[in-house]
Nanobody, 122 residues
Framework: VQLQACGGGLVQAGGSLRLSCVAS????????MGWFRQSPGREREFVAT????????SYSDSVKGRFTISRDNARNTVYLQMNSLKPEETAVYYC????????????????WGQGTLVTVSS
């Protein structure tokens, strides 16, 4: 499956963005989906994940209550709504697909998109 993320950009601290990730070349509903991010000089970190049906979601503690992951299986798309953004959340955000697990371990994700840059200005 191929993943294409978009929706990144420049936003002021406290602002909002919605990222989208469109899947192609596979049966989207067979995959759990995740969002990860990576800032310069830092390791890639887990942000959120959603199960195949969308009935289960999980978030990192740092984004809980501000970010929302959702999916539309009819549109082969997963979303990440990000509110109250902070400058330290400036990063490249990646979507990823996982055949077997709905969890935070990036090693378990088999397919990755190219990333979309989110810049949060102070």
């Amino acid at each position: 499956v191929q993943l294409q993320a978009c929706g990144g950009g420049l936003v002021q601290a406290g602002g909002s963005l919605r990222l989208s990730c469109v899947a192609s070349g596979g049966t989207f509903s067979r995959y759990s989906m995740g969002w990860f991010r990576q800032s310069p000089g830092r390791e890639r970190e887990f942000v959120a994940t959603i199960s195949r049906s969308g009935g289960f979601t999980s978030y990192s503690d740092s984004v809980k209550g501000r970010f929302t992951i959702s999916r539309d299986n009819a549109r082969n798309t997963v979303y990440l709504q990000m509110n109250s953004l902070k400058p330290e959340e400036t990063a490249v955000y990646y979507c990823a697909a996982n055949t077997y697990y709905t969890d935070s371990d990036s090693q378990r994700y088999e397919y990755w998109g190219q990333g979309t840059l989110v810049t949060v200005s102070s």
